[in-house]
């Protein structure tokens, strides 16, 4: 047998394609640090698999494999963290990254083939934890599967044989009709922090309420509500649900636990918490009033197991478990008493099923099983005979028996539950099954007519239904060739024609009486009205064709052949009968001819691949193509320069969809007509020299550059690293698979366009928000005016103090000297002045708390909602809860070098189309400021790096904290515009964000990683 393991999967989805659905901060740092628990030996001991933002082609196939891998000794657990969304009949679906809101059935997880999954899986326990939205509405799903009428018996069967156990749980976050809460969203983040682990000194957002209690639970141990070492399933949840409702009570963990008895062990406690608490919050002490104390409590924990919860009454259980064994021998008298008062029974230990015939099952008998809920709940049963028969019923189980040896039988069944086990013994006389005498009835039998003795009439009516059908037939086979809807609206009429002839000839060959014939006519009819039907629905349900008049003129014709056809049985009259044939048959063949004549031609649909896709264009030349391979699907995507416009064009692949441009134009690349030689083409704003440019200069590392024009809001460069080459699973070979699978499975996640998909904390980028909110809201007239800001400084309502780093003058300094210094003290004090609603709005005029689409559509970049006055501090220096892409920093940028403008960025040229303001975020005279500001950094300060000769630069640097507790190296910003003229509008913007894990830590900044690249990219710009 295979050595036992336990497995974890855990799927976390942030980011969606779908606009409509917002990105998630919480799953990709909550995966991290439930892998990090449960990939614990000392803790959880699991092997861990993390899926992050899997497509649902690719989720599917995860979680198949998942379940499917395994043994009888294994435990599973699987965990998500995504959107829950539920369609309008309630139905519970988990959202992948290209999920489409309307198209849930195609682009979802069903929470049913979860369910199904679980339930088929060989493992011994499986668990499913669901954090997100409506998780409470899995349990339609998940009991349709667990129903014992559905012969689940037969899943235990062969562990039972073997001695072994199995179980299932599902634990949510929250009910089915509840939102999972993420952090600070929803409530204080001072309260959400110190609940959930996420403190003010970490500047980031807080976990999920769900996931962070559950990784506090395990990580310290306290979820060992029990005091035995380890953390059941059971406790596990209640834990959760005690520190979900001390934050808030909108939300509420569910638990279902069937198919095992005894709690599902999730991991080792960390520590032995002391004192234990119990479910209805008594403590254990010592001391005089100890022993009195934990009498009350048996009595209320035996209160717990008779209660409809069962976590509750299972955590009550393994605490009662606990006392049976305590000091006081009342106290233990009082719990073995509770404990064996929860136990099942049966009223009566005996069952004879009787007299059962040989060979077949006999009647099912009922036998009631009494005990508490937790004992229908965790009730599983085995048996000692091949011959039983035991399934679960509504009252307790079900017995029979079968067996192919006669004899008297005796047997027993267990049933086994957490509160405890009962038997039955079952006894059964298999005896042998009489025969009855055969009695065969001398009468003869008519010989079976041929053709030729048929009379006229028959003759008539069988040769008309075998030309009708014929005619039906050859219509079908001719018309494939035309494509399109017409051979399966043709092969419908002609098999229900065809259908028509089986049905009223044969019966006639074998002299069926009259009844029959009407019966068979009544069929033929029955069939016309389907045929009806069917080609009313075609008509419904097929895209992108022409359905002309003679589509309905045949579907009426066929109609009236079969509904003709069918009233031939109804007479005797062969006159009339060859009349009716006649005239469907000419009606048909008239249909067939008017078809011909009125099908519309020349312009008809075509297949994805039968025509070249249109092409991505830079600058008038193509970056991509289509190769005609010849196959199936003729034409596969072509690249040039792949790796060099990926996170532009994004990938059309034949096997794994399509993505970036290459989804959002598709309507317009596709050729969906005979008439079009290939798809049309889409022109792209991008400068290609900007574009090498930021390319090579990222290299190796990881990071992201967006390059905009101020004046216009056009993308001129769009770079993310790493990329990749989407030409290497274009199409749908194995080699193609393969390259897929390395792609999604790299730690350096080269498909994240990190340059709009990607949200970090901008460091002190940010504080060109906050200067333009000092400004624009009248807190400083000039930006050489001293600011009242002292050092160090006291983050309101909090103990903490706010510093600067090292060798900088920052007490009381100038605005202009506060940004050249980056001084947090001085920013943090303006977002303390100003309040989160004015930061707020000022961060919003720039672009944040918004999605924006070019059309490709970009994470949302956040400035916090109501934060209380030390977060918001935190916030306005670019930490905190705030967090921005890329994309969002050249936005700053080009409104500042626009001289307060801000256009809307967009990456696709639009003929006769003109560009499109989003407001002024501050007044030109305060861009004026901002800018003499930002190039004091360039020419003094921390971006001298930036500065191009005869350019009028300006530029912020910042650095931006990665990894779980800050471990790995930070990210380096640097944000600025260019003037190629003194006094017009700048004519680039630029934002870079690099990590440089080989770079020395006094070089991991702004202006040491970033900042060349910046100056390299609107070179190129100005060149051009």
């Known amino acids: 047998m295979r050595e036992s393991r336990r497995h974890a999967l855990l799927v976390a989805t942030s980011s969606y394609e779908d606009p409509s659905l917002r990105a998630l901060w919480a799953p990709l740092r909550d995966a991290t640090e439930l892998a990090r628990v449960l990939g614990d030996p000392a803790i959880g001991a699991f092997t861990v698999e993390v899926l992050t933002d899997p497509g649902a082609h690719e989720l599917r196939r995860g979680v198949e494999d998942f379940f499917a891998d395994c043994s009888v000794t294994d435990t599973l657990l699987l965990h998500f963290a995504c959107h829950g969304l539920k369609d309008e009949g309630g139905k519970l679906f988990l959202a992948a990254a290209d999920t489409v809101r309307t198209r849930l059935e195609s682009t979802a997880i069903p929470a049913e083939y979860v369910s199904r999954l679980m339930m088929r899986s060989r493992a011994g326990r499986a668990a499913v934890m669901l954090d997100c939205c409506y998780a409470g509405a899995f349990e339609r799903g998940l009991f349709s599967r667990a129903d014992p009428e559905v012969h689940v018996e037969d899943s235990f069967s062969v562990l039972e044989r073997v001695g072994g156990e199995r179980g299932r749980a599902v634990l949510t976050a929250s009910s089915a009709v509840e939102y999972a809460f993420e952090g600070s969203r929803v409530v204080p983040s001072a309260a959400a922090g110190s609940t959930m682990g996420a403190g003010l000194s970490e500047g980031r957002p807080g976990p999920s309420l769900f996931t962070g209690a559950l990784v506090d639970g395990l990580r310290t141990g306290d979820a060992d509500l029990g005091g035995d070492g380890v953390v059941g399933l059971a406790e596990l949840a209640e834990y959760i649900g005690e520190r979900i409702r001390a934050v808030t009570p909108n939300q509420n963990p569910q638990l279902w636990m069937f198919g095992a008895y005894g709690d599902l062990t999730i991991a080792r406690a960390a520590r032995r918490p002391d004192p234990v608490t119990l479910p209805l919050g008594v403590a254990v002490q010592t001391g005089p009033a100890a022993p009195e104390q934990r009498l009350r409590a048996v009595a209320e924990l035996r209160t717990v197991i008779d209660g409809p919860d069962a976590a509750r009454a299972l955590a009550a259980l393994a605490k009662l478990d606990r006392l049976a064994r305590d000091d006081s021998a009342s106290v233990r008298e009082a719990a073995r008493h509770a404990r064996g008062a929860a136990a099942p029974r049966i009223p009566d230990g005996h069952c004879d099923l009787g007299v059962i015939p040989l060979g077949r099952p006999g009647p099912e008998v009922d036998v009631p099983v009494f005990g508490p809920p937790v004992v229908r709940a965790t009730m599983t049963f085995s048996s000692t005979g091949e011959w039983l028969r035991v399934r679960r019923s509504v009252q307790g189980i079900a017995l029979s028996a079968v067996a192919e040896t006669p004899g008297v039988y005796e047997g027993r069944v267990m049933v086994h539950t957490a509160a405890g086990e009962c038997a039955l013994t079952v006894r059964a006389e298999i005896a042998p099954a009489t025969v009855p005498p055969v009695v065969t009835l001398q009468k003869p039998v008519p010989p079976r007519p041929s053709l030729g003795s048929l009379p006229a009439g028959r003759r008539t009516l069988l040769g008309g239904k075998a030309v ?533 830590g006094d070089d991991i900044s702004g202006g040491g990683l970033a900042a060349p690249i910046a100056r390299e990219v609107m070179e190129a710009v100005l060149d051009t």
């Open 468 to 1000: 009708g059908a014929a005619v039906m037939l050859a219509a079908a086979v001719g018309s494939i060739s035309r494509g399109g809807a017409w051979p399966a609206l043709v092969l419908v009429s002609g098999a229900l024609s065809a259908s028509a002839v089986v049905a009223a000839g044969w019966s006639r060959m074998r002299g069926a009486d009259r009844q029959l014939l009407r019966r068979s006519g009544a069929l033929e009819v029955a069939l016309c009205v389907g045929a009806v039907i069917a080609l009313g629905v075609l008509t419904v349900v097929t895209r992108d064709e022409d359905v002309g008049p003679g589509f309905y003129v045949f579907g009426a014709g066929a109609a009236v052949y079969t509904g003709v056809s069918g009233l031939i049985p109804l007479t005797d009259r062969p006159l009339r009968g060859r009349l009716f044939h006649g005239t469907a048959v000419l009606l048909a063949m008239s249909t067939i001819v008017t078809v011909v004549l009125l099908r519309p031609s020349g312009d008809r649909p075509v297949s994805r691949y039968d025509r070249p896709r249109g092409n991505i264009l830079v600058q008038g030349a193509s970056v991509t193509g289509s190769k005609n391979t010849g196959g199936t699907r003729r034409y596969v995507r072509t690249y040039t320069d792949g790796p060099l416009y990926a996170h532009v064009t994004g990938y059309a692949s034949q096997a794994y969809g399509t993505s970036l441009l290459e989804a959002a134009e598709d309507d317009i690349l596709t050729a969906t007509r005979s008439s079009q030689d290939k798809g049309g083409d889409v022109a792209t704003t991008i400068d290609s020299a900007a574009q090498k440019a930021a390319f090579e200069g990222l290299g190796d590392r990881q990071g992201a550059v967006v390059a905009l024009d101020p004046r216009t809001g056009a993308i001129l460069a769009l770079a993310s690293a790493p990329s990749y080459d989407p030409s290497s699973f274009s199409g749908s070979s194995s080699a193609d698979g393969t390259a897929w699978e390395k792609l999604r499975k790299d730690k350096n996640h080269p498909l994240l366009n990190r340059a709009l998909r990607q949200a970090y904390p901008p460091g002190s980028t940010f504080k060109v928000v906050t200067a333009a909110a000092a400004l624009e809201n009248g807190l400083y007239d000039s930006i050489d005016e001293k600011t009242d800001s002292p050092v160090p400084w006291k983050l309101p309502e909090s103990a903490t103090e706010l510093r600067n780093t090292a060798d900088t003058l920052c007490e009381n300094v100038s605005l202009r000297l506060a940004l050249i210094e980056s001084c947090n003290t001085v920013f943090g004090k303006i977002g303390s002045d100003l309040g989160s609603g004015k930061m707020r709005a000022q961060a919003e005029k720039f672009g944040f708390n918004s999605e924006p689409s070019v059309p490709v559509r970009a994470v949302e970049s956040v400035y916090p909602d109501d934060a209380d006055p030390a977060p918001n501090a935190l916030s306005a220096i670019g930490q905190w809860e705030t967090s921005a892409t890329p994309l969002q920093m050249a936005m700053v940028a080009a409104a500042v070098g626009n001289d307060g403008s801000l256009m809307k960025p967009y990456l696709v040229k639009e003929a006769a189309s003109e560009p499109e303001s989003l407001g002024r975020p501050l007044s030109e005279t305060n861009a004026d400021k901002l800018q003499e500001m930002m190039r004091a950094v360039v020419e003094s300060g921390t971006g001298t790096s930036a500065a191009i000769s005869g350019v009028e630069v300006g530029g912020k640097t910042g650095t931006a904290q990665s990894g779980v507790e800050n471990s790995e190296r930070p990210f380096a910003w640097f944000i600025s515009y260019a003037k190629p003229e003194p006094g017009s509008p700048a004519s680039v913007a630029v934002a870079v964000v690099v990590q440089d894990d080989a770079a020395d």
